[in-house]
């Protein structure tokens, strides 16, 4: 039976995804690139999955709270700031999906694919980020992912706009997150 890992950063975002035919795993990364990277490596180190599943939640600037993206590149917005000669910040989503012909075709037909940027930092107000989602943890557990040669997706609930009292519009649509990425997936897997 094929494993999945199904992360996610803090429990009001956990709910019980279960897909018939796979054994599913779920995994509290915690906040952050550091921790979450971290939990996740030591996961697949312990036993290797066939596919890493990250849920969660994510803020914007230009979409709809409610709406619900598929993250086709990651950016790492701390290192993309730095702009240090040689210092990667971008991964692409397309290298990271399996050899599973199926899912990549279900992947790439969605209609909302975007940029997601991760940081270390809650963002709160509007700046010249070029992303559709903005969250804390999948840039670091695409990198992991990568280097460990693990299929990795990220799926994420746009919880708030930023720029509109963010960390409470954040708080208080998580009930509303864990509800809609619930029916997304017995919707569309």
Known sequence: ??????????KEEYFPLQIEGYDIQHIRTGVGKTLSAFRLTRAICRETPDLVLNIGTAGTFEHQVG????????????????????LEYEIDA??????DRSLKDWVQQYDKLGICSTGDTFVTELSSFGADMVDMEAYAQAFVCRELNVPFI???????????????????????????LAEWFNRYV
Do not use: C
Not at 1 to 10: E, G, N
């Open 94 to 99: 397309n290298a990271l999906l399996p050899d």
């Open 1 to 10: 039976m094929k494993k999945i890992f199904v992360t996610y950063a803090v």
């Open 67 to 86: 709406d619900i993206f598929i993250a086709k590149r990651f950016i790492d917005r701390d290192y993309e700031a730095t702009k240090l000669p040689g």
């Open 154 to 180: 990220s799926v994420k609930y746009i919880t708030d706009i930023i720029g509109q009292n963010s960390v409470q519009h954040w708080e208080d649509k998580l009930a509303d997150a864990r509800l809609g």
